[in-house]
């Protein structure tokens, strides 16, 4: 492939996150930085993908594949089994998120999703992380203590009981006790703020096809027929054969992928302290080297103590598009309000470049 018509796109975003937690269900997850010695907040590879899939469902107005979610029960026991995709790339989602079944005594297909992306992690262990405040869960019933329920429960027998109302009352009389009007319990939770960085790598050699090589399979037979029938169009890539999405197709996706892999939010957030997470600037190129070199964090060491500052370098072979936020952050930075909507139509041009049916 000529440097024309480079085989990846390359996608780094720098975002502003403001005291808030990636997660709802397992609170903020971290990780240990060696270098720093600190602990680094940090959203998965697998949150940012889906929230991107997300944002594209969104765009594009049509839902998920559906998954197959499968049980076994045995006596008194359900057990739930690995669920199954259908593994069907004319489900966008499918396509373009990959897929996998693996099932006792049928065969395995699997596709390798072409986005390959990152976790959503500090720019510089200086830079952002955890905070070192710890909160606690607290519920507080002392506004309004009528509106609401109080139960007790005693042991009986073994046995949790309810103690009714009147023995309730005449219990707190006699031991001359209250019941305080807050649950107070320190789960040591934590919340992430600074300057955090992700990449999303785009394999345009695989991004609309789907390789029909029988030895390791993407498709059952009756999808590779289905997408047959459906207009996909037979080719090479430099995998193999292939199936391509129709060209019309392409079309309607490119400009949903390009908006979500610039739009997409964290939204399961939002029950702890919603951070818009605004993006201060995005970096494009086809060299990962570069795209690195374009947004990063420097190390100071002419202070009092180790410190660290956000640098975008234009000397770097990438495309830079810097919004007005980021002139708070970053000295010297200039932004434009149109800078993401730039960042669209510049990936846009890259993927209607790139000539899916004549690779091989």
Same mark, same amino acid.
């Given at each position: ?26 609170? #903020? ?5 060696? #270098? ?22 969104? #765009? ?288 846009? #041009? ?11």
């Amino acid at each position: 492939m000529s440097k024309q018509n480079p085989s990846f796109i390359y996608l780094r975003g720098l975002r502003r996150v403001d005291h808030t937690a990636f997660g709802v269900q397992d609170c #903020q997850k971290h990780y240990y930085d060696r #270098q720093s010695g600190r602990l680094m907040a940090y959203s998965s590879g697998q949150q940012v993908k889906r929230s991107v899939m997300e944002s594209l469902a969104d #765009q594009l107005q049509q839902p998920f594949a559906a998954i197959t979610f499968n049980w076994e029960i045995k006596g008194k026991k359900a057990e739930m089994k690995e669920p199954h995709s259908p593994c069907d790339p004319s489900f966008t989602d499918q396509l373009l998120g990959g897929y996998m079944k693996a099932q006792k005594d049928s065969m395995t297909v699997k596709r390798r999703s072409p986005l390959s992306i990152s976790a959503m992690r500090p720019l510089h262990p200086l830079l952002g992380g955890l905070e070192s405040s710890k909160e606690a869960v607290v519920f507080d019933r002392s506004n309004r203590p009528e509106e609401h329920i109080v139960k007790v429960f005693t042991q009986e027998n073994n046995k949790r009981v309810e103690i009714p109302q009147d023995k309730l009352d005449d219990w707190l009389l006699e031991h001359d006790r209250s019941l305080g009007p807050k649950f107070y319990r320190q789960d040591s939770l934590t919340r992430a703020t600074g300057l955090f960085v992700y990449d999303i790598a785009i394999d345009l050699r695989t991004l609309f096809c789907v390789s029909t090589n029988r030895l390791e399979p993407e498709l059952f037979p009756a999808i590779e027929t289905k997408l047959r029938e459906a207009g996909w169009v037979a080719g090479r890539n430099v995998f193999g054969h292939c199936l391509i999405l129709p060209r019309a197709e392409r079309e309607r996706v490119i400009p949903a992928l390009a908006h979500a892999l610039v739009h997409w939010r964290i939204t399961t957030n939002q029950s702890r302290t919603f951070s818009p997470m605004e993006i201060l600037a995005l970096a494009i190129s086809d060299n990962a080297n570069q795209l690195a070199y374009a947004i990063r964090g420097e190390l100071r060491e002419d202070l009092e103590r180790p410190s660290a500052v956000p640098r975008l370098d234009e000397s770097a072979r990438a495309d830079l598009f810097v919004t007005p936020s980021c002139s708070a952050i970053i000295a010297g930075a200039v932004g434009t309000a149109s800078a993401l909507e730039a960042t669209e139509a510049h990936l846009i #041009q890259r993927m209607q470049n790139f000539d899916y049916e004549n690779q091989g």
